[in-house]
């Protein structure tokens, strides 16, 4: 319990930090934001936000009312198919548009080919296109839940619905999408959160945003205070988001229908309706998936076939998957010792510790780097005059731009994946069990190694994926804390991206892709059977 | 000598709610089988889990043996690994990832090789196991499943073993067999044991004595037959049985109910008494002139239930071998014959 509040404290402490920024009176760059920029980044930012709020909404519950209700030729294939944008981060597909609608990438070049030089093409590069790429990428998170609530009420509500005499259409938005509404507001809201976090895209489009101006300040004119109030700005309209969400749900709690839908089979589309609900779904994924990997492929082909394969890519494989690896073991770690410690003392104080220790996830990865900062440099500095004091001199700064200060940002941004996954898993072995091999004279450690870890073996391993995926992708913290010369897969994409160097950067992009494959096809494979349960 | 006893102990979950048990003192013999009969709700999982040490008393002292394993007052915590108490949990509680005999053998972990696999045959010969040694416990019914968790429960030759609500999981015909074999096994075994349940069948069966718990209250403890025929609380008498309760008033020629004068032995003239009458100490005559109507019957197999409406208005149950049958509108005439007088004090 102990070390449990003691990881709940650490990895809330960059919140603090973050919370506590205007303690320090506003300096030169604040005014001059204040004066110039304050107020465009913020409409920017909210903008974007809603847009794709809105625009996730409308797609992804539009989809998964397609593929539930109905069926139309491609149904079965465009029901996993449509959560593929998930596993590409948001900045390789905004720079695969890019390059493709560059004025000399293929679209452009196809169109003035057939329609002659006068051609105008509206600019990607604004908040339009951002709102664009945002949204087709972050549309399967509505998705996924609005299909599994759609699945569990949907169509035996439908039917019922219909047969008190309602029509189809105001069945569905009657009665099926208030009953889905907490789905869709947390599915909306993981979509505005992802887009608050963004760094990736914002700043290969140019388009001026919270986190793009945090990562400026501090880099470019290496103003922390400045930086840390604007993360502290962020941060409030991540908590605001937060508290909206939990508005929106209401308090109305929808209980599970005894009558599963799974029985029920949806209407069949037949003539101009199939041929356009199949049209809509190819449409979303081709442009959500298809197009930008294919594109990749191609830069991918164009570079190995020329025989320009970067030299640095090995080293950059290795350097990315031992970082995030060595980011999975400990956040796994972590996790297993909270999740144990709240099944240890199931109390109100152990859950607010779990909880207080899984808020980074809300967090965008720029404002965790700002509140990073700060701690570790407090720590160095006392490390400092500890040396001092034993060996008599000082020492250079050790964990400051250190793989440590990353791992550190890791912890407290993914703590909660890891947590929730293990928490999951463990929440399914009975509390009996642990009493019988009490009972039968073994002590709380062996039991953790003689019962729990070999039953939620699958649910560590699941974890320990889930994160390393999400750091191998992690791109603001990264950047903003990395040691000097550290490269990841993700800081190699966006330096060549932002100097529109599209075809080389798309190796180390379709890497990205293919390991952000695994653990969908990990929760497909889950969810496809259950596991042999304890009875 | 008993093996454990209870003095005083007291358990409260949460601050300004019911105690789950409070004063309660108890103590189990060597070899003796109590069983803890009560409603959900009245403590008597918990009565089980505070000698088990997975709760701890706020109040009293828990002994095992010659040790004190819980004392509230001198903050005295023995862990339950400590305590060498064996339980038999109500949904079995098998490790699914282990087979029948790793299962038995978790908990012999101190013993050496050759002699835990002894001793793992040992246990699975008693409860008649041995054949399914390397199953999986999802590949067995639900009977093969409850001797399992009683012979791990016994591997390690504990000094009590506690059973929770052991049989509840087993449908009625299994449920029957299962509690002969269990008592068979801890008969043979010489075991001490303590368990839960709700049914006063199988409470009366097996037990060597009955424990009755109310509200957190061990409202009587004692062999089947006096809980039955002379229960010390209206509670307890409702419970362990259908009883119907009749005013009555202590005269000089005993205490006078509406349905006939039963002897007094302990009550001062005048005053006022319950009577409890059980279904089976009521019989009746059919009778044209008769102060009692039949009101209702229901047919119970072997026999048959008779509600009778008595001038008062009140309802005395009459339990009937089914041979015999009467309709409902009859007037009859009622005859008590109770071997034990069981009286309350009228509140």
Redesign the interface.
């Known amino acids: 319990m102990l070390a449990a509040s003691a990881i709940a404290l650490a990895v809330a402490v960059p919140l603090l930090v973050v919370g506590a920024a205007w303690r320090h009176p506003a300096g030169d760059v604040w005014r001059h934001l204040w004066d110039t920029q304050l107020a465009g980044l913020l409409v920017n930012t909210l903008g974007l936000a809603a847009a794709v709020g809105v625009g996730t909404l409308v797609v992804g519950t539009g989809l998964a009312w397609l593929v539930v209700a109905y069926r139309f030729p491609g149904r079965r294939v465009f029901e996993w198919a449509l959560v593929l944008p998930l596993a590409v981060p948001a900045y390789v597909i905004g720079f695969a548009f890019l390059g493709m609608f560059d004025f000399s990438g293929p679209v452009q070049s196809a169109l003035r080919r057939a329609l002659g030089d006068g051609l105008r093409v509206p600019d990607l590069r604004s908040g339009w296109g951002v709102a664009l790429v945002m949204t087709l990428v972050f549309y399967p998170y509505v998705y996924l839940l609005a299909r599994s609530a759609f699945r569990e009420h949907g169509l035996a509500t439908l039917e019922t619905a219909r047969s008190l005499g309602h029509s189809r259409r105001r069945a569905f938005f009657e009665i099926v999408l208030p009953m889905a509404r907490p789905s869709l507001v947390a599915g909306v809201s993981l979509a505005v959160m992802e887009a608050l976090a963004d760094f990736g895209t914002v700043s290969t489009f140019g388009y001026r945003t919270l986190t793009e101006a945090i990562y400026r300040v501090w880099n470019g004119m290496f103003d922390r205070v400045a930086a840390t109030q604007l993360a502290s700005l962020l941060l409030l309209l991540a908590l605001a988001l937060l508290v909206l969400e939990r508005a929106l749900r209401g308090r109305r709690r929808f209980t599970q229908s005894q009558r599963r839908g799974g029985g029920v089979e949806g209407a069949r589309l037949r003539g101009w309706r199939a041929r356009v609900a199949t049209g809509a779904c190819l449409a979303v994924l081709g442009l959500a998936f298809v197009l930008p990997v294919g594109q990749l492929l191609l830069w991918a082909g164009e570079l190995v076939g020329g025989a320009r394969v970067p030299r640095n890519l090995p080293g950059l494989l290795g350097s990315t998957f031992v970082l995030a690896g060595a980011a999975a073991l400990s956040i796994c770690a972590l996790g297993l010792i909270l999740a144990y410690a709240v099944r240890l003392h199931p109390s109100p104080g152990a859950r607010f510790v779990a909880q207080l220790s899984s808020m980074g996830y809300a967090l965008p990865g720029a404002v965790i780097a700002v509140g990073v900062l700060a701690p570790i440099a407090w720590l160095d500095g006392v490390l400092h005059d500890v040396a001092k004091l034993v060996l008599g001199r000082p020492l250079d700064l050790l964990l400051t731009g250190s793989a440590g200060a990353v791992l550190f940002a890791y912890a407290v941004r993914f703590l909660a994946v890891g947590y929730q996954t293990i928490d999951a898993g463990l929440a399914r072995i009975p509390p009996s069990f642990d009493e019988a091999a009490r009972s039968l004279g073994v002590r709380l450690g062996s039991t953790l190694r003689r019962v729990h870890l070999p039953l939620m073996r699958g649910g560590l391993l699941t974890a320990a994926i889930m994160v390393w995926v999400e750091t191998m992708k992690e791109l603001p913290a990264t950047l903003l804390l990395r040691p000097l010369g550290l490269k990841t897969l993700a800081i190699e994409v966006w330096e060549l991206t932002s100097e529109s160097r599209w075809a080389e950067a798309a190796l180390p992009a379709i890497a990205i892709v293919l390991v952000g494959l695994f653990p969908l096809m990990l929760t497909t494979h889950l969810t496809a059977g259950p596991p042999h349960g304890p009875r | 000598m008993s093996l454990v006893s209870l003095t005083d102990v007291g358990k409260r979950y949460r601050r300004r709610q019911a105690p789950a048990v409070s004063g309660l003192s108890f103590s189990v013999g060597h070899g003796e089988i109590l069983a803890l009969l009560g409603p959900s709700g009245c403590g008597k999982t918990t009565t089980l889990r505070l000698i ?3 709760e701890t008393p706020d109040e009293g002292t828990i002994t095992i043996g010659d040790r004190v394993v819980a004392d509230a007052t001198r903050d005295v915590l023995v ?9 038999v ?3 079995y ?5 282990l087979t029948v005999e790793e299962n038995v053998a ?2 012999l ?2 013993l050496a090789r050759p002699a835990r696999q002894g001793r793992v045959r040992e246990v699975l010969r008693l409860v008649d196991l041995e054949a399914l040694l390397r199953r999986y ?2 590949e067995l019914s639900g009977g093969q ?1 409850q001797r399992v968790a009683l012979a ?2 016994l ?2 030759s504990p000094a009590l073993l ?1 059973l929770d609500e052991p049989f509840s999981n087993l449908d009625a015909d299994l449920r029957n067999q299962m509690r002969e074999e269990v008592e068979h096994v801890l008969r043979s075994t010489g075991t001490t044991a303590i368990f839960v349940t709700h049914d006063q069948e199988e409470a009366f069966t097996i037990a060597d004595r009955v424990g009755v718990l109310a509200a957190g209250r061990l409202e009587q403890i004692a062999a089947p037959e006096v809980v039955y025929h002379q229960p010390a609380t209206t509670f307890v008498a409702g419970f362990v049985g259908a009883a119907d309760f009749l005013p009555g008033e202590v005269t000089a020629a005993g205490i006078v109910t509406e349905v006939g004068v039963f002897p007094n032995a302990e009550w001062p003239l005048g005053q006022k008494v319950d009577v409890m009458i059980r279904p089976d100490d009521v019989t009746f005559v059919v009778c044209a002139d008769g102060a009692a109507t039949i009101l209702k019957r229901s047919f119970r197999g072997s026999e048959t239930l008779y509600g009778l409406a008595l001038p008062s208005g009140r309802l005395l149950f009459s339990s009937q071998p089914s041979a015999a049958e009467f309709t409902a509108g009859q007037r009859v005439r009622v005859d008590v014959h109770a071997l034990h007088v069981v009286t309350f004090s009228a509140s």
Do not use: I, K, N, S
């Open positions: 088990a040490g997975f862990p339950p690994e400590a305590r060498g108490v064996g339980v949990f109500q949904d509680a098998l490790f699914p990832h978790f908990g972990h101190r416990p999802h499943q791990r429960a591997a390690p506690l």
